[in-house]
């Protein structure tokens, strides 16, 4: 798999952990399921902030250290050159 792929990926990830951290808090604000379901609907929206933020944080982190990488890369080729 090409480093171009993996990004690529990573930043779907980045998205839906973003799309669902958003969804959750929608869901609680709004008190679409707080009302309806009591504390299992606070908890299905706490689900979605939890996964959002597990989707979102460590690629983060993994796409940092890459460009971190690819930056160290440039600075040695112009260095060289």
Same mark, same amino acid.
Do not use: W
């Given at each position: @798999?090409?480093?171009? &792929?993996? /990004?690529? *990926? +990573? $930043?779907?990830?980045?998205?839906?952990?973003?799309?669902? /951290? /958003?969804?959750?808090?929608?869901?609680?604000?709004?008190? =679409?399921?707080?009302?309806? @379901?009591?504390?299992?609907?606070? @908890?299905?929206?706490?689900?979605?902030?939890?996964?959002?933020?597990?989707?979102? +944080?460590?690629?983060? *982190? =993994?796409? &940092? /250290? +890459? +460009? @971190? $990488?690819?930056?160290?890369?440039?600075?040695?080729?112009? $260095?060289?050159?």
């Amino acid at each position: @798999m090409t480093e171009q &792929t993996i /990004i690529r *990926i +990573l $930043k779907t990830f980045i998205i839906l952990g973003i799309c669902l /951290i /958003i969804l959750g808090h929608s869901l609680l604000a709004g008190n =679409y399921l707080g009302d309806s @379901m009591g504390v299992h609907g606070i @908890m299905i929206s706490a689900a979605c902030i939890a996964v959002g933020v597990l989707f979102s +944080l460590p690629t983060k *982190i =993994y796409l &940092t /250290i +890459l +460009l @971190m $990488k690819m930056e160290s890369d440039l600075t040695a080729q112009n $260095k060289q050159s």
